[in-house]
């Protein structure tokens, strides 16, 4: 090959380089690197994988459902390492897909150590499907997860709330 051929050619593999390798290694996420095995602590509890895999999250409902009403129930959050997650902020947004709306107060969430975190006032304003959308942020890394509740119910405390 004459130089200015072979310099060309280096020139323009030096350019196909500088354009797809930065989208090559920023494309590339370790969570989705190998699959990992995540405990689930309790035979009764809601167990699912954030969007991006980063965190599992078991939520504890008392019968696996929630009612028209005060909700509380707990939750466990391990990182894709199986360890549990200290010190992470998790927001927990009640939504009613079907209606477009959530709720009036927001839900308190407790870090209670260990990787568990209490929610507390949790009210459902009305029967139907209900969505429990977490968000979960820790040291600049976010990442979500929803639990659907397709049949919340009121419970035998709240029926004379209830139009007949």
Known sequence: MP????????AVLSVIAAVFIPFAVFAFD???????????HYEQSIFKMTDKGRYSVEVMVKDKSL?????????ILHDKDDKDVVGAEVEVVP????????????????????????????VL?????????LNIRKSGTEDNVTFDFPDVK???????????
């Open 95 to 122: 939504w009613m897909p079907e209606m477009g709306h959530g709720v009036f107060e927001k839900p308190v969430v407790k870090e209670r150590g260990g990787g568990v975190y209490s929610v507390e006032n949790v």
């Open 67 to 75: 009612k028209v009403g005060v909700n509380s129930f707990e939750i």
């Open 125 to 133: 304003i009305m029967e139907g499907r209900w969505e429990l959308r």
């Open 30 to 40: 370790p969570a989705d690197a190998e699959p990992q095995h995540h405990t689930k």
């Open 3 to 10: 130089a200015p051929t072979a310099l060309k050619f280096a």
């Open 154 to 164: 009121s419970s035998a405390s709240m029926h004379f709330l209830l139009p007949k």
